[in-house]
């Protein structure tokens, strides 16, 4: 998830320019308490403004008894009364502290929606699912390896010392490299683990396993597994991970939205880095504004709820938009209306491409009466839909959960097709956009520089990518369960061929394996086979249970660091103060790895001689020196770390961002990086592949299970995964967030009143609900805001079985991926398919079991 948007803005001194004020015109988060509003206030009244239009914020409340030097040693920041700065994904607050314990946690003022989420943050270090103490499964701390994985997830767990744990995973890693190779330790350790330069889990872990000779690694990610595979062949670049159209531009031109397979007041809530959720304001600006909206998704999305009445809302079956979306092409060509003029200056293949639409190569004509019967829209609507989008300015923000799918790879391809043939592409407010729903895309950039951050490979240097971890083999990551159950194996991705290595030893840090892996039961069998299992976290995750050593890591509140602001927006950083001492026995990431490369041998390559307080200056004074090459002064670091912020103004051609504006103009001097340099709706190298699953151009295929297919007489509900407003993923599961969704403590399964009604059963009734796969008990809701075929279990429940450690006993929690497939997209991205999976229901009338995952483990002594 490398964010590429330093080359975007450069603008120069202009910045410097603007009024220091104008950056700050939005108005506060509205959520805000009165109590809170003063704070803000009184803290807003001593900004000051540096060279550049750099503001800094007034020393915090009570910050001048903090004695800096003390700041530097570990253990010694904390105050034991006061207010410190913090931050998070899902936004920035200042923390209040009170005799050593969080109170709570203020949202920020320039939050322009804060997080209702705050305030399970705030519970996180108290939390009753807590790791406590460094811990090991019974018989592995008896016998080591040879224990073998059967026990995993069944037997209890022994404390510790840190001496101990730290020596046992340095022997292991020492004795799996020397025994197998470096190739036999899996790595990839993917996840959204805490923000924070310093702090970052996985990078730290890569960086011991680096220095231990290397690792098995993953491709990809879990968010766009086809989309950031698929779009570099069709426009040059992943389209996930960028910049696109500016608010102002929307608000002034755009006239119909169309939000397909999105919902943004969701997804927004947080970001990879943190955020002030300049996309609330975004939206709101749209609603104002009275621009029409259409959501297109099976589930109508929250913002459909928000816009009301300008909002249609459009429900395709689950996986069937490319049938759409071809209907919808269709009906351009054979009407005339597909713009000819774009299709010729700008595309290539659409020639090869026509033929499928026609059914001259099928036999298949992608009329919208076929498509109704695919899709189940009906086909008066595909025609009204495209109409609207020819005759109106229209952006088509797409969302991602959509090609989170069985040939997901098509999903993309076709919305850049469908809006070449409307010809906005370039337009002001015309066009697609990917990231409206994320990390605020679409929101003005400033010319902060990129915070560096620490490497995985301590000899590589810090240059602040996402996933740089310099492994020696790399596997597609949703492919893992597949890798540890069959080494040796050859398969096709990309135009390449990997062979699956035979992994002995894994190690997650930061991620949580059990809750984001699809086929939680096909999972549970794969994760018994390696001989040692290693999990770093905070909380008794499903992952962590399963773990034979467990490492516990204290969150953010509990270390001092550093971050940036808004992935794409970069408005500037802010400290991440230490706000209360690690509770219990849990330390820093930054320190466990440090123990593991002292156990092993290579704590000065690890540290290079720095703390985590060393590492923090590091990285701001880098920042503060590029900075002032471009023009921007940043205060000392002492005054920023006092001040707790730093804030750059934005840029203000970035205000006016027009997304494929240059190519537009020019498509001789601004080409794009595909092979053609222009879009291409036929792919000479994708077709060049001959996979069946992926042809060269976008195609309707069946996928496996799906509401058209035999499986539908058995399992007659899809089953949508979409992301939960009140977890990310995973995470604040164990808070009291649970409580504003739960039914009867399960996670709710949405459905329709028909479903309900069929099924003979009501709001607060708890139901079964199986797959091919397993079994999961959830709670039901009704409403109207699902398709009678379709159900909704949100992503994250964290798993907890009935039978623990015994592959396909009942979830008795309602985890999502209990239910979901694990098969490849297609050979193309091997991307995840969360979405295509099929379930059927039946009433619940057993005695309902204790959720237990949220407690802590069976525990014994040594
Ligand atoms: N069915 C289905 N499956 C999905 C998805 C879906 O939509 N449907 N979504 C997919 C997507 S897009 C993603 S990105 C993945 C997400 O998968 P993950 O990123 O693995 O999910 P999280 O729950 O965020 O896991 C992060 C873990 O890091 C821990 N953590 C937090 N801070 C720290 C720290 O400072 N140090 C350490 N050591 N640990 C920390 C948290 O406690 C948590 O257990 O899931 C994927 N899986
Ligand atoms: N609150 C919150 N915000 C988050 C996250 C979170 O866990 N919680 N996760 C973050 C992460 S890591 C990521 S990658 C992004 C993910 O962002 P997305 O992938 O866009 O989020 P999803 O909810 O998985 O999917 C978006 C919408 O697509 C719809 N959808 C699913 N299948 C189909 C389909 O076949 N057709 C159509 N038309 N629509 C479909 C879903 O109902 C959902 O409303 O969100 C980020 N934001
Ligand atoms: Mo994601």
């Known amino acids: 998830m490398s964010i590429n948007r330093r080359n975007l803005f450069k603008l120069g001194t202009a910045a410097g320019l603007l009024p220091a004020g104008a950056v700050f015109a939005a108005p ?95 519970q996180q270090p108290y939390n009753r699912a807590r790791i406590r103490y460094p811990m090991v499964r019974e018989s592995y701390l008896k016998k080591g390896w040879k224990a073998g994985g059967e026990g995993r997830g069944k037997e209890p767990f022994v404390r510790v010392s840190w001496e101990t744990a730290a020596k046992l995973v340095a022997d292991e890693l020492k004795r799996v490299r020397e025994t197998y190779g470096p190739t036999a330790i899996y790595g990839g350790s993917y996840g959204w683990m805490s923000p924070g330069a310093v702090g970052n889990a996985r990078n730290l872990l890569q960086r011991v396993l680096n220095l231990n000779g290397g690792f098995t690694g993953g491709i990809g990610d879990y968010s766009t597994g086809c989309a950031q595979v698929i779009l570099p062949y069709v426009i040059g670049s992943n389209g996930v991970y960028e910049q696109v159209t500016s608010w102002n531009l929307i608000t002034d031109r755009t006239e119909l939205i169309v939000l397909w397979g999105a919902d943004p007041t969701i997804t927004n809530d947080i970001d990879w880095a943190t955020t002030v959720h300049e996309n609330a304001e975004g939206f709101r600006r749209v609603k104002e504004a009275g621009i029409k909206v259409v959501a297109v998704n099976p589930l109508k999305p929250d913002t459909a709820e928000f816009f009301g009445d300008a909002a249609r809302w459009i429900a395709p079956r689950p996986g069937t938009d490319v049938a759409m979306m071809l209907a919808m092409a269709y009906e351009l060509e054979t009407s005339g209306k597909a713009d000819r003029e774009f299709i010729r200056k700008y595309t290539v293949g659409y020639d090869k491409f026509r033929p499928y639409l026609l059914g001259e190569t099928d036999g298949v004509k992608k009329t919208p009466e076929w498509a109704e019967g695919v899709c189940g829209v009906k086909a008066a609507d595909i025609r009204w839909l495209v109409n609207e989008m020819q005759t109106k300015r229209t952006m088509l923000m797409g969302g991602w959960g959509i090609q989170r799918a069985q040939h997901g790879e098509q999903v993309h391809w076709m919305m850049v097709v469908l809006s070449a043939m409307l010809g906005q592409i370039g337009l002001p407010g015309g066009g697609f956009g990917f990231t409206y729903h994320y990390s605020n895309g679409g929101a003005a950039t400033s010319e902060a520089p990129a915070l560096p951050g620490i490497s995985a490979n301590p000899r590589g240097g810090s240059s602040g990518l996402k996933w740089e971890g310099a492994s020696l083999v790399s596997i597609p990551l949703a492919r893992f369960t597949e890798c540890f159950l069959n080494p040796g194996k050859t398969i096709d991705h990309n135009g390449t061929k990997i062979t699956y290595p035979d992994i002995r030893l894994v190690f997650w840090s930061g991620g949580n394996p059990f809750a984001q892996q699809e086929d939680t039961n096909g999972l549970l069998k794969a994760w018994k086979k390696p001989e040692t299992t290693i999990v770093c976290d905070s909380m008794w995750t499903a992952s962590a249970r399963h773990a034979d050593i467990v490492l516990p890591a204290c969150t953010s509140l509990e270390r001092n660091d550093i971050t940036a602001v808004g992935s794409y927006s970069n408005l500037g950083y802010v400290a991440m103060h230490q706000a209360i001492l690690p509770q219990y026995e849990s330390k820093s990431d930054y320190e466990i790895y440090r123990l593991i490369a002292r156990e092993m041998g290579f704590e000065k390559d690890y540290t290079e001689g720095l703390d985590e307080m060393g590492w923090v200056k590091r990285f701001y004074d880098a920042a503060k020196l590029e900075a002032a090459q471009g023009g921007y002064e940043m205060p000392a670091f002492e005054d920023f770390w006092k001040a707790g912020w730093v804030w750059f103004p934005v840029l203000s051609d970035s205000e006016h961002y027009n997304y494929f504006g240059d190519f537009r103009k020019n498509p001789i001097v601004n080409p794009l990086g595909t092979a053609s340099g222009k879009i291409e709706i036929f792919s000479e190298k994708v077709a060049s592949y001959g996979y069946d699953d992926c042809p060269g151009h976008p195609t309707w295929m069946e996928p496996t299970e799906w509401l058209g297919g035999k499986i539908a007489k058995d399992y007659p509900f899809a089953l949508l995964t979409s992301k939960s407003r009140y977890r990310l993923h995973s995470q604040l599961d164990s808070t009291e967030s649970h409580n504003f969704t739960d039914v009867e403590d399960r996670e709710p399964v949405w459905m329709h009143p028909d479903a309900a009604k069929k099924l003979g059963v009501a709001t607060g009734d708890v139901v079964k609900v199986e797959s091919r796969r397993g079994k999961v008990l959830a709670g039901v809701i009704v409403t109207e805001r699902v398709r009678p075929d379709t159900v909704v279990i949100r992503h994250g429940a964290w798993y907890d079985p009935e039978k623990q450690g015994e592959v396909g006993t009942l979830d008795v929690h309602g985890c999502d991926n209990v239910l979901t497939i694990d098969i490849p997209s297609s050979k193309l991205a091997n991307g995840n398919v969360a979405n295509s999976s099929q379930v059927r229901i039946e009433k619940f009338t057993g005695e309902l079991p204790r959720v237990r995952v949220w407690e802590q483990p069976r525990t014994v002594r040594g």
């Open 28 to 122: 506060a988060g509205k959520n805000l308490t009165a109590a809170a509003t003063e704070t803000a206030a009184e803290a807003a009244s001593g900004i000051k403004t540096l060279k550049g239009g750099v503001t800094m914020g007034a020393p915090l409340p009570g910050i001048s008894e903090l004695d800096l030097s003390k700041t530097f040693e570990p253990g010694k920041s904390v105050l034991n009364d006061g207010v410190v700065m913090n931050a998070s994904h899902w936004g920035i607050g200042r923390v209040h502290v009170k005799g050593g314990r969080i109170e709570r946690i203020e949202p920020f003022e320039k939050d322009h929606a804060p997080s209702m989420q705050l305030q399970g943050i705030a």
